[in-house]
């Protein structure tokens, strides 16, 4: 009876909620329009071309090989002998097509080579879109999705942050996720970035709510990509292993079986490929980390001041992993945060596309500021956004303008030296009484 109840009591939308998803749908339709228009002027979109084309060379043009010959000659007894070449998803030629979209050219010896180091079941991922022929159809897809999880990051960076900013400063902060000069990198780049933190913060959230097998599976999903989440990523299994949430390994390892199983059925050969292009990858970044760009600033320098610094970050932060593992899960979200910050310090490539991960330690510090200075609160948040928001525009627009290594390079290692300070100086706050004037001056009304 009370089945029966329920059914009777259910009804269709009113018009006002018909109305509001015919707007919702209108302002989708009119962004993702807007999205497809830039895809087809303005160039770049290299990050998802390389998948994109990965998942095509697989699907598509691997089909059409098996269906007709690509090549072939007679030989002299008068047999046909075919000879059919076929487009790998971990090959060169990708990687070609790649670098004419990256550079307008072949790459340089010492420029990245766009060579595709995705597992293959991440590749399969990309096979909707790889139905798309339209390459700016396909891009300005993956451009509206991207957004939707810069979104999404900003709105989880702040549940994370326990923080209620005003309604103004919320949405600020929504738009800084989306217009701010790396988000904007990331979208034209297409780096996966974007759902990067927004998987990232989403582990975090399942960790808070004890939901670990749904933690252990989205793991699955960035357990590569070193240099954008790495540490990161062994940041969870140190806290996993700590804590004994032996949820999280179950619904990796299942998860994980799962995806490669798949992976392998679909293609049984695409192990060793990948295999190479990793190592391939990681031999063509070595010239894209910290310790290069140091040894460009300084050549006569013989200290190995890469080296050195990754070492210590590495020590200093695995200290933190040890200290926060059975804190406060607030101290978990900000050694997260730190781990994030300090990655493109420890050896790895540096790309300001992948900088977008960085909107968590920034909300961290905004709610920190927000909390510690009463005095002049709204001032001196608009200041920091101020501060945050122009100087990477006005690097990138003064390498355009005069071009400037040494300003690119600033503006590649300024962010994340800039984050780990800011959670530095946060941490020093939460533990120790303010001892400078401007601190006494802030606390007071």
Known sequence: MAFKDIRKSRKWLSIEEVRLLAVLLFILVVILSANIALARVLPGGEWFFMRWSGARAFLIEQIDASRGVKGGRVMPEGGAVLLIQQVQPYGSEIARRTQQVAYDRMAFADEYTYVLNDPFYIVLLYIPLAFIRDFALARGIWMLLSEAALIGATLLALNLSEWQPPRW??????????????????????????????????????????????????????????????????????????????????????????????????????????????????????????????????????????????????????????????AHFRRVVWTAALSLAVTPLMGMAMFPSNYVVLILPFILILALIWERWRRYQVARIVLVFLFVVLIPFGLYIRTVLIYDPLVTDILVVLPPIAAVAGLYWMRWWVLHAPLTWSDQLGARR
Do not use: C
């Open 169 to 326: 400063l919320y949405i600020l902060l929504l738009g800084y996720g989306l217009f701010h000069y790396f988000s904007f990198d990331a979208l034209f780049t297409s780096t996966p970035a974007a759902f990067f933190i927004f998987i990232y913060l989403s582990i975090l959230v399942a960790l808070r709510a004890h939901s670990d097998e749904l933690a252990g599976v989205l793991l699955s999903l960035v357990a590569y990509q070193w240099e954008v989440g790495g540490l990161f990523v062994l940041f969870i299994f140190v806290f996993v292993f700590a804590n004994h949430r032996w949820g999280v390994l179950a619904g990796f390892g299942m998860s994980l079986f799962v995806l490669l199983v798949v992976s392998f059925l679909t293609d049984s050969g695409w192990g060793l490929p990948y295999i190479r292009a990793v190592l391939s990858d990681w031999y063509r970044s070595a010239n894209l980390n910290f310790g290069h760009i140091f040894a460009r600033w300084f050549p006569n320098s013989k200290i190995p001041a890469g080296q050195i610094v990754s070492i210590g970050l590495g020590i200093i932060l695995f200290i933190e992993w040890l200290g926060s593992v059975e």
